[in-house]
């Protein structure tokens, strides 16, 4: 399967965006001056002279010259340099060099002079620290003059640079590790280089394929990338067979089809692709929309992505989001466009719908308000303004006359079709906006409720995607006058670099500890709700801290609630730590870390206890609540 460009193209934006480049490009920019301070020259012409310096030769003039390779003019050192007379030193015989066999002339005692390979300040700098007994710093003025007029204030650091490099003087190698650091953690993959890293992410097909065939065996499944990326495909059919019963022909053929190379596995002629498609009308009514009462065919249908994509490229309204709604209707009401419309005439400003787009029940896409027309559906904020509004039909999961019918208020109650659609829908709008982003109602408004679901869980989990800020803490503003349930599953924390990247640092920290064992206590404990909270205990997200851990901890539960996957899984490693994690069975460790090195026939919680009472799933077929019956309900938990 081939990786669309414009996908690849976002995936990398949106990484770079998330990690710390710009603390690499703070100190690029010093850490190149002292390249040049360090490497170039003023002196290219022969029988130039700067302050006592004077070129014997002509410098070469390569055109791409590589730094390292450059022929610099040589150089010697005259009695003339400012303020050294009193600093010569009289035997420099030890400081000869090789340059004396081209040249002839040899260091002089008692002469500052001494032949050296080239006019750069730091060979300048490093001669006469052999003949007149000075520092760099001692000869800052002349150094200058050396160097490039752009480079000239680096000079003042030049005896660090030539002592600890310039790396350590300028940070920038620290800087570039902790790039590199993030950028592998946002990945979630330590093998390979970074395009082929991307392609991983994209496109899971190879990575799945990989674990299947190395399932059950010791081999490092980088260091198998490693060997593909790096053309040595039969090197790691090799490394495999030597470790599995698998027969050589099924490694092969595994290794073969492996989809790594960029160059392969990138769709080339996406870009080419979707700028001729064909064009399509922005709404059969875009030219007579008037915002009044609908008539037949005024509200068509979008037949497919193509149309789709096509309709939106074709607007010059300037878009930057989608935000979805409900249309706050019951099981049993098959609305569509029409009634939404007429429901809404008396919208301010142009009057009608004020959704750009509606999913009927059975999945179809409606066209409603033109898109090239600013919609009416998400006033606070303005966030109307460059937005496209899209409702999908439902809202209440229970049918008309239900109840108290607010309490079955739920995205339960949208159909499969719809999903399906509305997952056609984003991807669209990122194949035209790939920087877009997506939002619920109530993410940009929190006195909304709809679309009762996480958008931004939701693009996170379907396409990787995030918007700008933090995801997760953009949803929670609306929990805090709102609370609401955000519910996150395994493939969801999956594709969370920050959270991967936490568990990954865990698995090192504590052996045996496995990403298996923690999602299923996350499982038993919240049915991996973000911000949990129980009732009869206050116990809070996704590993339900009581009140008193979380204030041993550092926290309330209110605070853990509205922290993301991430930050929740940092307090829990600290829980751990703290209670002196051996590895191992991670369920006694979550219900009673006190009793983690005892026997499974321990009695853990004994009956008419709290603790008894309010946790029955503990208790194993006798009754009993032991270390292997808490150990069993976590490991029975699907996850």
């Known amino acids: 399967m081939a990786v669309d460009l414009g996908i690849l193209n976002a995936q990398l934006g949106s990484i770079t965006k998330n990690s710390n480049i710009g603390d690499i490009l703070v100190k690029a920019q010093p850490a190149a001056d002292q390249v040049i301070a360090q490497f170039q020259t003023t002196l290219t012409e022969a029988e130039t002279v700067v302050d006592g310096i004077k070129a014997l030769s002509q410098a070469t003039d390569i055109p791409n010259q590589e730094l390292g390779d450059a022929v610099d003019a040589i150089v010697e050192i005259t009695g003339d340099v400012p303020g050294l007379a009193d600093k010569l030193i009289g035997d420099v015989s030890s400081a000869s060099t090789d340059l004396e066999k081209i040249t002839g002339t040899a260091p002089s005692n008692g002469k500052l002079k001494l032949t050296i390979g080239s006019g750069a300040p730091e060979a300048v700098a490093r001669a006469l620290k052999l003949t007149a007994s000075v520092t760099a710093n001692d000869v800052t003025g002349v150094l200058q003059n050396l160097a490039p007029a752009r480079a000239a204030g680096a000079i003042g650091k030049i005896d660090d640079t030539i002592n600890k490099g310039i790396s350590f003087s300028t940070g920038f190698g620290s800087a570039s590790l902790r790039f590199t650091v993030s950028f592998t953690n946002l990945l979630g993959f330590f093998g ?59 490694v092969e053929k595994t290794i073969n089809s492996l989809n790594l190379d960029p160059a392969v596995a990138v769709k080339e002629d996406s870009q ?50 989608v935000i979805v709604h409900w249309s706050e209707t019951y099981n049993g009401q098959d609305i569509g466009s029409e009634e939404i419309n007429d429901w809404h005439l008396d919208t301010p400003g ?54 108290n019918p607010r309490k079955h208020l739920s995205s339960n109650s949208f159909t499969s079709q719809q999903m399906k659609s509305f997952k056609m829908f984003i991807r669209s709008f990122y194949d035209v906006w790939p920087s877009g982003e997506a939002f619920g109602h ?143 069975q991670l369920g006694i460790m979550q219900a009673a870390p006190a009793y983690a090195r005892r026997g499974d026939d321990y009695e853990v919680y004994k009956p008419g206890t709290r603790a008894y009472e309010l946790n029955p799933p503990w208790r194993g077929p006798d009754g009993k609540i032991t270390v292997g019956s808490i150990n069993a309900y976590y490991a029975k938990q699907p996850f």
């Not at 499944?221 to 490394?239: F, G, P, Q, R, Y």
């Not at 041993?552 to 002196?580: K, W």
Request: hydrophobic residues 35%; aromatic residues 6%; charged residues 25%.
């Open 192 to 250: 390979g280089d970074l395009f082929t890293n991307l392609i991983r992410k994209i496109n899971s097909e190879s990575d799945r394929a990989l674990d299947s065939l190395l399932s059950g065996t010791k081999v490092d499944k980088e260091e198998v990338i490693s060997l593909v990326t790096n053309d040595k495909k039969k090197e790691a059919v090799t490394l495999i067979t030597d470790n599995t019963e698998l027969e050589v022909e099924v």
């Open 272 to 321: 080419i692709k979707r700028s001729v498609l064909p064009p399509v009308r922005i709404g059969d009514n875009e030219s007579t929309w008037t915002g009044g009462k609908s008539t037949e065919g005024m509200f068509t249908y979008c037949d497919g992505p193509e149309e789709l994509i096509s309709e939106m490229r074709n607007t010059s309204r300037l878009i930057k989001k």
């Open 350 to 403: 142009d009057g009608g719908i004020g959704y750009h787009y509606v999913i009927r029940r059975d999945g179809r896409l409606q066209r409603g308000r033109p898109i090239g027309r600013q919609g009416y559906h998400a006033k606070a904020g303005n966030n109307d303004a460059e937005s496209i509004g899209i409702c999908i039909v439902g809202g209440y999961d229970c049918l008309p006359r239900t109840p």
């Open 442 to 584: 109530s993410d940009v408004d929190h006195n909304a409720l709809d679309p009762g679901f996480s958008v931004p869980q939701y693009i996170l989990a379907n396409f990787n995607r995030r918007n700008s800020g933090d995801l997760v803490a953009v949803g929670l503003a609306a929990l805090e006058s709102k609370p609401r349930q955000v519910r996150l599953s395994a493939e969801i924390l999956d594709n969370d670099p920050e959270f991967t990247a936490r568990l990954i640092a865990m698995m090192v920290r504590f052996p045996g500890l496995t990403r298996e064992e923690l999602y299923r206590v996350i499982k038993g404990e919240s049915n991996y709700i973000l911000n949990a909270r129980n009732s009869k205990t206050d116990a809070a997200g996704l590993f339900q801290f009581i009140p008193s851990t979380a204030e041993g901890l550092g926290h309330t539960t209110g605070e853990i609630r509205n922290m993301t996957a991430a930050q929740q899984l940092e307090v829990y490693e600290r829980y751990l730590v703290q209670n002196s994690y051996p590895g191992g």
